[in-house]
Structures are given as structure tokens and as C-alpha cells.
């Protein structure tokens, strides 16, 4: 149903929608209670602005979340399901198991880990994203104004993603950052529709993996 071969992928009745951010307009779109956009002209292209930083390509934090993953975390699977640090049967299992999509930066990532040039810009551009954040919650509550939108829902994913690494540090001293991620937990679509789908073992590699390469992400962000 994707031509990417990729999640998402949404069918509603005889529709098929794919991509994260269009699937969220679509929703919003059809199911128009609550309304989800911001009230304003100016907070729906902060918010639309702010979707786009998600899905840039190569330049998107999208992708930034998944190097950093992978350079924190999830390296460490797929090197004991080969079994050795052969350079060769490494990158044979990168071909055999992973999306063509994404072969082009795990070599580096998986082979470099922390050290990679992708994982430390990666982790720089979080560290710049969570910068604009606080600079904008100084304004209101939420990413795009006073009520909650398809901006903060997006990147709430992402932030979990970062606290499931233990990476909680980057936002310690941004106390509106902090503020606002509680309260995006508080919800009780959090609650209901994020912690009911967790998979212990996936959280256990993050978890074990983040405490591990958390030292290195601290240098990279105080260099």
C-alpha cells in the first residue's frame, strides 16, 4: 500500500494516505473535532513550518532521530545479530534487512556509532530544535499559540524517543521545554495512545543503549 515500503500508512474505508504529517491534516480534515490547526493565520504556518523541519529529507529531524537511534541504540542489536565487527558481513545484513531508503547513512551510523559524523550532526540539530523550542514557548504554552496543535502532537514521538534514550539532558536547562513535555504527557492521549503500545524489549535496547552513549552526546553538545 506504500510505494516506500514504510510506516505509516493510513486506510480509511477506500482511501489509502501515507506520510506522517499528511496523514495528521487528513485526520484533522475528517474527524474536525477538536480542532487541531491553530486559531490563526500566523500559528498555522508556525505549525506547518514546523512539520516541514520534521520531514526535510536528509535535513529533517525526522531523520535526525533515526541516526541518533541507531548510533545510540540500535547499532548494538544488529551488531550481535551478526556477530562479529566484520566490515563486510556488517554492511551484508545492512542490505539484507534494512529499508533501501536507509542504507545510505546506517553504514556510518553503525559502524561509527557515537563517534559517526552523522550521529554528532544529528545530535546538534536536536539541540538547535529544542533551542527554537524554548525560545517559542516563552510566547505561549504550546508550540504554535495558546491551544494544542498538529505541531505538538507531531513531535511528541520525538521527544519520548529522546527520553526513552535517557537523553533528558538536553532540555534540563530549558525549563519551558520541560514544562511543555510534561504537559504533553499529561494528556490522556499520551497515556492511552503512546505508553499502551511500548514494546519492553525495544524500550530495554533504548534504554541501556542512551545510558551507554549518553556521555559522548554531553560532549558533543557542551564541544
Known amino acids: 500500500m506504500n510505494s516506500k515500503a514504510v510506516v505509516p500508512t493510513l486506510v480509511h474505508g477506500n482511501q489509502v494516505i ?20 491553530p486559531r490563526t493565520a ?34 548494538l542489536q544488529l551488531l550481535e545479530r551478526v556477530g562479529n565487527r566484520d566490515r563486510e558481513a556488517i554492511d551484508a545484513e545492512i542490505d539484507r534487512s534494512m529499508n533501501a531508503n536507509s542504507k545510505r547513512w546506517l553504514q556510518e551510523t553503525v559502524h ?31 508550540l504554535c499559540g495558546p491551544d494544542y496543535s498538529l505541531a505538538d502532537l507531531a513531535y511528541t514521538s520525538y521527544m519520548t524517543r529522546l527520553e526513552m534514550l535517557n537523553f533528558q539532558g538536553m532540555w534540563s536547562e530549558r525549563p519551558r521545554v520541560r514544562s511543555w513535555y510534561e504537559r504533553l504527557k499529561d494528556r490522556s492521549s499520551y497515556r492511552n ?4 503500545w511500548l514494546n519492553p524489549d525495544a524500550v530495554k535496547v533504548l534504554d541501556e543503549g542512551g545510558r551507554a552513549a549518553w556521555p559522548e552526546v554531553r560532549k558533543i553538545l557542551t564541544f
Open 42 to 75: 500566523h500559528g498555522r504556518a508556525r505549525m506547518r513550518l514546523l512539520l516541514m523541519r520534521l520531514d526535510s529529507g536528509s535535513d529533517g529531524i525526522h531523520h535526525d532521530i533515526s541516526v541518533i537511534t541507531y548510533g545510540a541504540a540500535y547499532r
Open 112 to 142: 561509527e556509532g557515537t563517534e559517526a559524523e552523522s550521529f554528532k550532526k544529528a545530535i546538534c540539530n536536536m539541540d538547535a530544535l529544542l533551542g527554537d523550542f524554548e525560545t517559542m514557548l516563552m510566547r505561549s504554552d504550546w
Open 18 to 37: 501515507t506520510e506522517s504529517n499528511v496523514i495528521l491534516e487528513y485526520l484533522d480534515d475528517a474527524f474536525p473535532e477538536p480542532v487541531l490547526r
Open 193 to 196: 495512545g503512546i505508553l499502551d
